[in-house]
């Protein structure tokens, strides 16, 4: 990792551990919602940080340039399970490492379901 | 005291127009309102709990303003306001609708008045309510009944002129107003793009459309007691196909956590079938409804991206709109996951 990330990481984690130790227990009950999705912000800003971007990964290996012309694709039936055997799997792969970021109690749950 | 100073449209301090126009409308000697207090606001429009005297005899009622910004595909109060007539006519159960108005003159915006209706709606306590929970499916079972009762209303229905009729697959108009919205949405999202693909190539034809709620769901009914007070929320009232209703409601993101209990996190989707069976002429073709789920998981993602585009070009500084339109992958994950389990 560069050296910029490095040092966001670094702010983004003693903020999140400030906030976590020193506000939240003492937030009014109906700040408390808002004072969760801080920290949830905090935390996928955590993660964005440390994964790589999926949407690079899928790119790459559905060989397509940007995610706006694959979108158009899928669209106008250029891409599809035809010309693209493993289509859903890839999709599947992106959404489950999108997830991995922005909610990993999501998938969490749902394996255990 | 509020801290709330967003301007309000009804003055506890002028009421005579609402009043002398309520006597009007209701054929009453004297309507006198006794109190009026706002319930919520902003860009939902105004919620204000009114008591009122109609020739003496205490009333209580839900006034609501339309909303300053409301979706694009949502009516405006007084096109809720015939919807939830309809409804009311055939029997569903649903707050009384007592007046509506599109006259600005009134009380500054249009409003639809409708009686009161006892309990709570918010989904996060209603799948952990215990009389809910330990009633063996009895609210799932009112739920599947009242929407029955709602889809009893066929075209063109009374007052209703103004929705139109689908002309085609009812699955297919939802795929073309959701490939719309996401027009709308900067990020693009193949996922989603595929699942529309998908629901497009599978759309179901729809013999005879029905007056669908359009957003029955847990969060959306009143409870008292155990009990079913009142469906809420009429704005996305449509002819389309009575499955969507039952899709909707039973969609794993409208279970409030509650995974096991499929009927909207209160119950087994056996009770809502049986309920809804029960009353409506038509039975529901139970083979259709993982079909309608994987529609309830891509609308909600679509609504989720809209929620969030207001946050990344709409300038509304607010974590709760970033954070909605992040939910798009869970739902495009859930309607992946649909789709594999019907055989892609």
């Known amino acids: 990792m560069d050296g910029p990330a490095q040092k966001a990481r670094v702010f983004l984690d003693i903020a999140r551990r400030t906030y976590s130790d020193e506000i939240a227990p003492g937030l009014a009950k109906e700040k408390r919602y808002v004072g969760a999705m801080v920290a ?12 790589a971007d999926p949407a690079a990964r899928l790119l790459e290996n559905l060989g397509a340039s940007d995610m706006k012309g694959l979108a158009k694709s899928i669209r106008s039936g250029n891409v599809s399970d035809e010309t693209h055997e493993r289509l859903a799997d890839e999709l599947m792969t992106y959404i489950e490492a999108e997830l ?14 | 005291m509020s801290h709330d100073t967003r301007p309000r449209t009804l003055d506890p301090n002028n009421l005579n127009p609402l009043q002398e126009w309520l006597a009007r409308e209701l054929g009453a000697t004297s309507v006198h309102i006794t109190d009026a207090k706002v319930l919520g606001g902003g860009a939902i429009g ?24 409301r979706m694009a595909m949502s009516h405006d109060r007084a096109n809720e306001y015939y919807c939830l007539k309809a409804a009311h006519e055939a029997g569903a159960k649903v707050p009384e609708p007592i007046a509506v108005s599109r006259d600005t003159s009134i009380i500054g915006a249009p409003f639809m008045i409708v009686g009161q209706v006892a309990g709570y709606a918010q989904g996060r306590n209603m799948v952990r309510d215990e009389k809910v929970m330990n009633d063996g499916g009895a609210l799932a079972g009112e739920l599947g009944r009242t929407l029955a009762r709602i889809h009893s209303v066929h075209p063109p229905g009374k007052d209703l002129g103004f929705l139109e009729l689908p002309g085609k697959s009812p699955a297919l108009v939802q795929v073309e107003q959701m490939r719309a919205n996401l027009d709308l949405v900067s990020e693009p999202r193949p996922a989603l793009e595929y699942v529309l693909c998908w629901l497009e190539r599978n759309a179901p034809d729809c013999a005879q459309p029905v007056l669908c709620h359009g957003d029955y769901r847990t969060g959306n009914y009143m409870v008292d007691g155990g009990t079913l007070t009142g469906i809420l929320d009429w704005e996305f009232c449509h002819w389309g196909d009575p499955h969507l209703d039952i899709g909707w409601f039973c969609a794993r993101c409208w279970r409030f956590g509650a995974d096991d209990r499929e009927a909207g996190g209160i119950g087994p989707r056996e009770a809502l079938y049986r309920g809804y069976n029960a009353e409506s002429q038509t039975p529901l073709d139970e083979g259709m409804v993982p079909y309608w789920e994987v529609l309830a998981a891509a609308r909600w993602a679509v609504v989720a991206l809209l ?17 909605t339109g992040m939910m798009a992958p869970e739902m495009e994950h859930e309607a992946l996951q649909g789709i594999a389990a019907l055989g892609g």
């Open chain 2, 307 to 323: 929620q969030g585009e207001r946050f990344i070009t709409g300038g509304e500084p607010s974590i709760e709109l970033l954070l």
């Open chain 1, 100 to 113: 991995a970021i922005t909610k990993p109690k999501f998938l969490e749950r749902r394996k255990k379901s």
């Open chain 2, 46 to 69: 105004e919620n204000w709990l009114i008591e009122a005297g109609v020739d003496g005899e205490k009333r209580n009622w839900v006034l609501r303003t339309d909303a300053a910004s």
């Open chain 1, 40 to 51: 949830s912000a905090l935390g996928v800003a955590r993660r964005r940080l440390e994964h």
